[in-house]
């Protein structure tokens, strides 16, 4: 049989359950018992923003999906979206894929170089590809952010079903773009752009496309299905409905330092996070009691939008796992749940303000409602990452450790792991899950990369007690920020203006906050761990960016080269 972990329990085959030990229960015979699986993409969401690790915000649905499985502590991703999202879906390195960097902060030397295309390469298979080969059915409705280009839509990577946002984000209430960089946005059903309906709002609509491609496809003759869901939550502009804002509207005023002393607070409770913890400093934040008091209203005003933000995409996974449970599959479903990267920081209104005050309202009154544009800023962010140093972008704790929590029939139930996961392990565990084999180089008669992740299945049902063994290095850079994992041990360096570039080096699961540098301690680690990374940056033909490189100033300066894919009429060449 493909793909079962050597050694696994023999109840646990691709047949899950049906004939071992559990309790008898009147099923419905169905053509394929493998089981469903769902992932929940959450954008731009810090380590402390769920309930279940740490937050005041109200998420009972991620909660428990928490507490009937596995809830990690120590799972990372790429420090931005089309990077991590790219290595997902196929279980390569994001340099492999053709996402060494985001389009919108793409240097200068690095466009149109191999690896840097912006557009997920041909030169790798996507984990829906290799489940509609055999035989799920496989949806996506949400953000894509992985090429532009009609061979590069989800459709043509392996989706039987799918509705997608093209750019790195879009305003939630409305078909508008966010971002000066691209004048319009585009949202495409299968190889179609398409239209919103008039009461569109982001979150539900997703979860809604899903559920009725889900719908669909029922029948007699039952095929399991694969469901990719990417929110636009908690990407800025933060937005929610009206009656989510009023809860949270009273629960900031004291500010982002009382805030993360709270959630941290909560975090050695549960115990996620060791105690006696000196909360590392915020660099972008400003003191809170420099603010003045219409300042502290607004801003504790941004961050009742984001938790309401946050409690509504609990609701919507709610209502899909109602769903689910209604037509007898929510029990055999898996559901992995994550953020692409840590908190964002990012005040983009600030860099083009003229642009930002010409299309969208501003008012205090409309913060969240449609017609607004906010973020939060680097005091909230700094709260969401508690208790973590930094956030999306930097090769710190904040940017690259974030919520990922798996649940479904077979995994542990009531389990937070200080195990070492990356978000290259997923495509392999849904594969080894299936019954699926990772392609051997090649792929419908081209030549792909081979996966690099590790499955995590023998982890998630109790047989392995790690999932990357010893010795076992991963090594992760974007736009000059760069870590390696291996052994406990974490090498890091980051850019300016919250770094200089110098390598450092931690044990992370005893030291979150990134305080206690090992790096003239420990020089054997040190050295081992450099050499790592650099066998790395030669195996993946990695192009550093230039010394003065900043990222705030690359958007602008790629706003101004008109960098701007736009979704062409040519036919697909290669469909999956």
């Known amino acids: 049989m493909k793909g079962v972990v050597q050694g696994m329990f023999s109840c646990l085959l691709i047949i899950l359950f049906t004939a071992c030990g559990t309790p008898e229960k009147k099923k419905v015979e169905k053509a394929d018992e493998r089981p469903n699986v769902v992932i929940l993409l959450v954008d731009d969401m810090g380590f402390a923003d769920l309930g279940t690790y740490g937050s005041e915000v109200s998420t009972p649905n991620i909660n428990s999906l928490a507490s009937s499985g596995v809830q990690f502590l120590n799972y990372h991703t790429a420090a931005t979206c089309s990077p991590t999202r790219s290595m997902l879906l196929t279980g390569v390195d994001n340099h492999l894929t053709g996402m060494g960097n985001m389009i919108e902060i793409m240097a200068d030397n690095q466009f149109d170089q191999p690896g840097y295309e912006g557009i997920m390469s041909q030169g790798v298979v996507t984990l829906p590809a290799l489940l509609k ?109 009206q009656e989510y804002i009023d809860k949270y509207m009273e629960m900031y005023n004291d500010g982002w330092d009382e805030l993360r002393a709270k959630r941290y607070a909560r975090q050695v409770e549960k115990g996620l996070m060791p105690a006696g913890l000196q909360l590392p400093p915020n660099p972008a934040a400003r003191d809170w009691n420099s603010l003045s008091d219409e300042e502290k209203k607004v801003q504790a005003k941004k961050m009742a939008v984001y938790a309401a933000m946050l409690e509504h995409l609990d609701n919507s996974i709610g209502n899909l796992m109602t769903y689910l449970e209604e037509i007898g599959e929510l029990d055999n479903t898996l559901i992995i749940l994550k953020s692409d990267n840590g908190a964002d920081n990012n005040e983009q209104d600030t860099a083009f303000p003229e642009w930002y005050a010409e299309n969208y309202d501003l008012s205090y009154e409309s913060i969240g409602l449609k017609g607004n544009y906010m973020n939060y800023g680097p005091g909230w962010a700094g709260a969401s990452s508690t208790p973590l140093f930094l956030f999306k972008g930097s090769a710190s704790e904040g940017g690259m450790r974030v919520p990922f929590i798996v649940s479904g029939p077979g995994v542990q139930q009531g389990v937070a792991t200080n195990a070492f996961a990356y978000v290259s392990d997923v495509t392999p565990t849904i594969l080894e899950l299936a019954g699926v084999e990772a392609p051997a180089g090649e792929f419908n008669g081209r030549k792909v990369k081979p996966i690099t992740g590790k499955s995590m299945l023998g982890f998630l049902t109790g047989q392995d007690q790690q999932i990357h063994g010893d010795g076992d290095a991963v090594a992760y850079e974007l736009a000059g920020s760069a870590a390696v994992f291996l052994d406990g041990y974490k090498l890091t360096k980051n850019n300016p203006p919250f770094g200089d570039r110098s390598w450092r080096l931690y044990k992370p699961v005893e030291d979150p906050t990134e305080s206690n540098n090992l790096a003239e301690s420990e020089p054997e680690v040190l050295a081992k761990m450099i050499a790592a990374y650099e066998a790395y940056s030669k195996e993946v033909s990695l192009i550093e960016v230039p010394e003065d490189y900043n990222p705030v100033k690359q958007v602008q300066k790629n706003v101004d080269r008109n960098q701007k894919e736009e979704i062409t009429d040519k036919v697909p060449v290669t469909i999956e």
């Open 133 to 241: 080969d055999a035989g799920y059915n496989t949806y996506m409705a949400g953000k894509w952010h992985l090429g532009k280009t009609k061979e590069s839509l989800p459709k043509a990577r392996g989706f039987t079903r799918s509705v997608a946002l093209m750019e790195s984000g879009a305003d939630n209430w409305e078909k508008k773009s966010y971002l000066p960089m691209y004048d319009n946005v585009h949202f495409y059903e299968g190889y179609e752009e398409t239209e919103l309906p008039a009461d569109f709002f982001s979150t539900d609509y997703y979860i809604d496309r899903v559920k009725e491609y889900i719908e669909a496809d029922r029948g007699d003759k039952r095929k399991p299905f694969f469901a990719y869901v990417s929110y636009q939550a908690q990407h800025y502009p933060h937005q929610a409905p």
